[in-house]
């Protein structure tokens, strides 16, 4: 280690030292005091606490498959895209929307911690390297312009910037949907059938293969409407990927 190098790693641990004692942040997902507040909002426990989704996966909607089904088997798909098959084509997250992704993913979204969404995303490039393969670029689900205009920012554009790839706003939503969090599954569906509408970036992405970026995948509803407005565009191939998704718990 340089001699600059040493000073500098002083000079940080004196000043989250200081921080730490004069401004007592709390991580924003947990609460606890962080020892280190110039590492950003979330503690290190967090962080590492945060577990992915493991093999084996439904090779379309990224659901965690029970693992004797598919021994095998080189591309299982679960019952659910076996019954349909979903408009998107590929679809993956990091982990499950729970515990400390879960706090993580509310305090960017709901409590304004901007700063997170590069660190997420890292987690989401991480994860879905072979998704991002090949794809001409990203497009966040939009917010409608009302719910923009509260929020101040949408986060799931915030995340998209920092996949690696070109981030592209082929889509607007042409219908504020009531919120979808109280909602059952099939309500939800018919909530946001028709929300989205494709605009002119799209008729340049015709033909090709795009990804498509939001905090959280819950029933998959607002994802199917945006691959729907897609492919009416002539998008070729829409997959999708979430910092979390909410798994579906199925009677084994
Ligand atoms: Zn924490
Ligand atoms: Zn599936």
Same mark, same amino acid.
């Given at each position: ?7 500098? =790693? ?6 989250d030292a200081i921080a730490a004692?004069?401004? @007592?942040?709390?991580? +924003? ?5 962080? #020892? ?6 979330? /503690? $290190? ?12 996966? /439904? #090779?379309?909607?990224? #659901? ?9 088997? @080189?591309? +299982? ?11 998107? #084509? ?5 982990? &499950?929307? =729970? ?20 660190p997420i995303a890292a987690m ?20 409608? @312009? ?10 799931? &554009? =915030? ?16 219908? +504020? ?28 992405? @015709? ?7 939001? =905090? ?6 607002t994802l199917e409407a945006c691959?729907? +407005?897609?492919? $009416?565009?002539?998008?070729? $191939? ?15």
């Amino acid at each position: 280690m340089t001699r600059a190098r040493v000073i500098a =790693d002083y000079g940080t641990r004196v000043v989250d030292a200081i921080a730490a004692v004069v401004l @007592a942040p709390s991580c +924003a997902a947990c609460g606890e005091l962080l #020892d280190s507040p110039t590492r950003g909002p979330v /503690c $290190e426990r967090c962080w590492r606490s945060i577990l992915p989704l493991t093999p084996p996966l /439904c #090779d379309r909607c990224g #659901d965690p498959l029970p693992s004797w089904r598919v021994s095998g088997v @080189a591309q +299982a798909h679960c019952a659910r895209c076996r019954r349909s098959a979903p408009t998107i #084509d590929r679809a993956r997250a990091i982990g &499950e929307y =729970d515990g400390a992704l879960r706090a993580v993913i509310h305090a960017l979204k709901y409590d304004g911690r901007r700063s997170l969404a590069k660190p997420i995303a890292a987690m989401m490039r991480q994860r879905a390297v072979d998704l991002l393969d090949g794809a001409a670029c990203a497009i966040p689900v939009p917010l409608h @312009a009302s719910r923009r205009r509260h929020r101040g920012f949408n986060q799931a &554009e =915030d995340l998209a910037r920092h996949l690696g790839i070109p981030v592209v706003r082929a889509l607007v939503r042409v219908r +504020a949907t009531a919120t979808q969090t109280d909602l059952p599954a099939a309500q939800r569906h018919r909530n946001v059938r028709a929300a989205f509408a494709a605009v002119p970036p799209a008729a340049a992405l @015709a033909g090709g293969c795009v990804v498509l970026v939001d =905090d959280v995948c819950t029933t998959g509803a607002t994802l199917e409407a945006c691959a729907r +407005a897609l492919k $009416e565009a002539g998008v070729a $191939e829409v997959r999708a990927l979430t910092a979390a998704r909410v798994v579906a718990r199925r009677p084994s």
